[in-house]
């Protein structure tokens, strides 16, 4: 029997792995949700269960709504939906990504809209709408922005897979691309991220944004035979426009900013050897802003932020004053403690323990994209002559891509082992791809190096394992987070 549904797997993947990516995420995605409702209690900390209450108080909500989803509203998540539903109160929120709870604010309204148009048409509440507790007599309510923020992280998640299989095929060509990109985006479902791509974070969004800006860049690189045109250029621009609302959510989408820089550096080195063509000129300023896009995710919040604690008030507060006044890099420092080295004390030990899997694949992942042929592919990457490709693309492409995409993920790894609280690195990771295309590698590799496929078979185990665990934690209100 089981031969038999192995077949059919097979089957699938290879004629439809798209339909089969689909069913291993609804089947993911419903382990997670079953853990997150059979855990225990409320946790040690109430701030959920009191939240929704003083809302149910103040606006009139059903106190009937689904309590399987309260165990998705732990930790960050509280701060998200709270924000969502009534923006930016006390300074230290301005920790969480401004973009996120704009999109969750945008949502909610429209959709409390939308309900309050369709109850007008009704004589009675629906008695399911009630149990639900959608919106109540008042309004839109906490329990809407939980709601979006799911919703939200749910769809995302769900894209973000189907996007990196599409980008995993335009860098690795022909049959070895394919079945990287099934693989990688296996992965992605089952990442150690876990419980963190259902509830309403923001890894899911970035994800889709981070992977979303890849694909129009890989895109706008793709090689000619007519040469640069406008289209590649205006992708470029199109791609730091996507990085920049990445960066609107989570603020490592700044660290895209180093792929343009490097192909910036790249064309001026180019000039004396190839010389000043309108398609150079033009190309460089493409760069220029996209790079600019991308620092305007960042700039965007803090000038909001400035202008409403800063702007000619007396009393203004500290960070207003500093040589760069961001109230991020303020409340990372005075609320959260995030500075170099502060996070390497004794007791934070386990911490480090539980980050070290991830830090040292996403280590090693980068230096295999950074190092030599040899080290990357270990046998000639497939050249795509396949109609959609104007031009074949081969192991040279795919070489300069990883380099690319390498280079933003080894950045993050350092700063999250040196400045970050080490342990969201587990949850950072899942918006990266270079670190799936490894696993995805070594897992595909020919059967003369068969020895190597013990990390990917061991790395996978400890990804469902801790996903597992994690989720019945995080559901309970317990650490890590």
Known sequence: ??????????????SNPIQALLCVFAIWKTLLLFIAILSPG???DTSTSLLLRRDDDDEGLSPGAPRGLEKLVR?????????????????????????????????????????RAVRSLLANESPVVARIGIVGKGGAGLTTEINTGIAIAHVAHLFSVIVLYRLTQLVF?????RRLAFIASILHIITPAGIFLSAPYAESLFALLNFGGHLIYTTGSTPSRSGRSWGNDLQLVLSGAVFGLATTVRSNGLLNGIIYLSDFASELCSLPRDGV??????????????GILVGLGTAIPQWIAYLEYCG?????RPWCKQTIPSVYMWVQDHYWNVGFMRYWTLSNLPLFALAGPMLSILGLSATWALGGPKNRLNARTEQDT???????????????????????QLVLTVLALTTYHVQIITRLSSGYMVWYWWLAFLASEEPQARRKRGLPNIAVRWMVIYAIVQGGLFASFLPPA
């Open 75 to 115: 930790w960050d998540a509280i701060y998200f939906a709270k924000i969502g539903g009534r923006g930016y109160l006390y300074e230290q929120e301005w920790a969480f990504g401004w973009g996120f709870t704009r999109l969750i604010a945008l949502l909610t309204k429209g959709g409390a809209s939308v309900i």
């Open 42 to 44: 409320l946790g040690y």
């Open 1 to 14: 029997m089981m031969q038999r549904y192995r077949r059919r797997w097979d089957n699938l993947s290879e």
């Open 173 to 177: 060509a022909g049959e070895r691309g």
């Open 312 to 316: 000619g008030k007396e009393n203004s």
């Open 277 to 290: 063509g309108v398609a150079n000129a033009r190309k460089v300023v493409a760069l220029g802003i996209a």
């Open 386 to 408: 396949s109609p959609a490709s104007d031009m074949p693309r081969g192991e040279s492409f795919t070489h300069t891509q990883l380099q690319k995409f390498a280079m933003p």
